[in-house]
């Protein structure tokens, strides 16, 4: 399983205008994962409010970073990829789907493992001035009629999603053994010389094609996972065989 430590994926909230939204949102990265509440030009206090509802989560309350607008944040974080969250549609508001946009990062050569995921304001959510400053719009599927979100709630669903797909995308695959790896596991001995004698005795030559008659003869015998004592016998099979010739 991948560690979770190697990805950042930060919540950034444009000009949030309610101290309550902005401590459940700093509760919910805190559940996430590793990143970190960033806000530009907040429209109301970041007080006592905030800490309240950011819950269990003051430590990540006391590292929340502030800029008054996106070319001091742009300054401090070059090259970040930010994905906006938005419903709206517009000539320079394509919307993807967000699982897509996630996978799109993930699958990038260039992915550095810091993603910015940006809100806007409660009321009326990211401007056209913001959106240049983004590199991706994407919206979450809703499966209701009401399409409205909180933007607590959406900050806490996307965190997840994030996390999720990363964390499937690069879940460690099973080990699939082969022959060699179990015996190299278990120390087994294989008889490489009794086997080697045997065919040599026997007349056998390699084989036309690429693969060696005694890897392919090595091969087939540790497929069935045989034991030291087991390889023992093949052993003075082999031997017993090369006497007898001689």
Known sequence: MPNTQDLHI????VR???????????????????GSVHIINPECEISNEARKWAAGAQEAADQIQIYSNWEEFNVKHKGVFKIGLTRRT????????????????YDSPTFNKELFLVYGPEDDGLNSEDIKHINMCCNLNLYGDFKSLNLSHAVMLTQHSAHR??????????KVDTPQDKANEEHIEFPDE???????????????????????????????FPNQKELSTFEKAFRASVKSKN
């Not at 930060?10 to 909230?13: A, F, G, V």
């Not at 005795?201 to 036309?208: D, I, T």
Request: net charge positive; hydrophobic share 35%; proline share 4%.
């Open 165 to 174: 797909i990363y964390l499937e995308n690069n879940k460690s695959k099973p």
């Open 194 to 224: 009794a086997l080697m004698e045997w065919l040599k005795n026997s007349g056998v030559q390699k084989s036309l094609t690429k693969l060696n008659t005694f890897d392919v003869l090595k091969s087939t015998i540790l497929r069935s």
């Open 16 to 34: 949030p205008q309610y101290a309550k939204n902005i401590g459940q949102s700093i509760r919910a990265t805190a559940n996430s994962g590793f």
């Open 10 to 13: 930060h919540t950034l909230l």
């Open 90 to 105: 517009g000539k320079y508001r394509k919307l993807i789907p967000f699982e897509t946009g996630l996978n799109t990062f």
